[in-house]
């Protein structure tokens, strides 16, 4: 195989990205607590040789859990079970620059990174949701900016524990009787305007040297944090020209801070319904708009955009003149791509709430298996992504018919591997093992 290559995860949600996936009859919604489903979902991606499995977190209970599977299993524990039931996939996990210390979150990490012989990947948030800071004593969440302010110094203080073994101080020599060579081992001895830590960390340096750092967010501080810091992109855009307009962005952002911008993947989500014919597929992703809840779509809607709107407006045109555009809301990507949807399509407050149910502003496309590559590739050969998030809007048959249709599809045209390559994370992304920071230092 030769030429780019597509990058695809499985993106876990529970039930089903489709808010009300977990009403259709073809949902494992039984199963939502066992982590037999979870491990089986993860066995099935890395049969299609997916680059990783991703699940999303927020330390707080959603607002509108009553007509929706909005609860959180805690990643650290779900994805060490994941390693145990497979051996390839890579194992992306989101945890908060808020609402973690530094020290705790290397450990968790690195730990996981040496359990799965390294396939471990953080998605970094600063956590949008404003009700975390009354999980954590806190008066007020942090607003946009400071969120990001401490985001950069806490990667700052996690990247140097992560480096503060390095690769050869675990020595475990029973003749000499030297287990670790501590003059490989370093303090960090950081002192910043916001965390204090001075090290070193407790476990050896991991097999890929760190976890693969993913970040999502596509706000103006979140690009900047990106260009930064991060080797993958997650992101939701709703057509072609934004997509291109993101990535040629942000590639620009990334060679402007001195990277190299092949090291840094932009992966959109994807929500497919596939079906035999386009009829077929469009058939069945009304079949799952039909089971929504005007009450829990509205509630979306208000944390989104703000909007205080009763059931007797569902047929009626979104209100765009009461979006408030400034503020803390305002500064968010998902407000942009939702607001962008109302300009552009004019959509009445009932279509607009179906087109957020797939996947909540990320992009839903209802095809056959070719139409569906057909739309990937073009994004792919266009300037607009990497690879993929995939969304299944249910789980486990709307992967399935994923796996086991688009792909073959995608491997034919010379756009996705047929085995792995490699065994770690990074080795399935394409990016570098970095040295150690404090490698060598005398």
Do not use: C
């Not at 946009?144 to 985001?151: K, L």
């Not at 399509?345 to 502003?361: K, N, Y």
């Not at 249910?394 to 796996?403: N, V």
């Amino acid at each position: 195989m030769t030429g780019r290559q597509l990058h695809l995860n499985l993106f876990v949600y529970p039930g089903g990205h489709h808010e009300a996936a977990w009403r259709h009859h073809a949902s494992d919604v039984e199963h939502l607590l066992d982590v037999g489903h979870y491990q089986d979902l993860a066995r099935r991606a890395e049969a299609a040789a997916f680059d990783g499995v991703f699940l999303a977190d927020g330390p707080a209970l959603a607002d509108n859990v009553r007509h929706a599977s909005r609860f959180r299993l805690e990643p650290f524990t779900l994805l060490t079970a994941i390693a145990t039931a497979t051996e390839r996939i890579g194992l992306i996990g989101t945890a908060s620059t808020t609402y973690f210390e530094p020290y705790n979150l290397a450990r968790l990490f690195a730990s996981l990174d040496h359990l799965s012989k390294g396939r471990a990947g953080w998605n970094i948030v600063t956590t949008g949701a404003p009700q975390a800071a009354w999980n954590f004593g806190l008066d007020a969440h942090p607003v946009h900016a400071e969120r990001y302010e401490r985001a950069g110094e806490f990667l700052e203080v996690v990247t140097k524990l992560w480096d503060s073994w390095e690769d050869d101080a675990l020595v475990a020599d029973r003749k000499t009787g030297l287990f670790a060579d501590t003059d490989r081992i370093h303090t960090i001895d950081h002192e910043g305007p916001r965390l204090r830590v001075r090290g070193p960390l407790n476990i050896p340096r991991t097999p890929q040297g760190r976890p693969v750092y993913v970040q999502a967010g596509s706000s103006e501080d979140g690009r900047a944090f990106a260009a930064a810091h991060a080797e993958a992109v997650f992101t939701a855009h709703q057509t072609l020209a934004s997509g291109r307009a993101f990535y040629a962005d942000l590639k620009a952002r990334v060679a402007a801070a001195g990277r190299n911008p092949g090291h840094v993947l932009v992966l959109p989500g994807i929500s497919p319904f596939i079906g035999s014919t386009e009829a077929e597929a469009r058939a069945l992703h009304e079949e799952f708009d039909e089971l929504t809840r005007p009450e829990y779509s509205l509630r979306q809607l208000h944390r989104i955009l703000g909007l205080e709107l009763g059931e007797e407006a569902l047929d009626g045109p979104v209100p765009r003149e009461l979006v408030e555009t400034g503020g803390e809301r305002g500064s968010g990507s998902r407000f942009q791509v939702v607001l962008d949807i109302i300009d552009r399509e004019r959509p009445t407050v009932r279509q607009l709430l179906h087109r957020l149910a797939g996947a909540r502003g990320h992009r839903v496309v209802a095809g056959t298996p070719e139409q569906i590559a057909d739309r990937i590739q073009e994004w792919f050969d266009n300037g607009a992504a990497d690879g993929f998030n995939v969304m299944p809007p249910w789980q486990p048959g709307g992967f399935d018919l994923f796996a086991d249709h688009v792909v073959p599809i995608l491997r034919q045209r010379g756009l996705f591997r047929t085995e792995y390559t490699g065994t770690t994370l990074r080795d399935h992304y394409g990016l570098p093992r970095p040295d150690s920071q404090y490698a060598h230092r005398d």
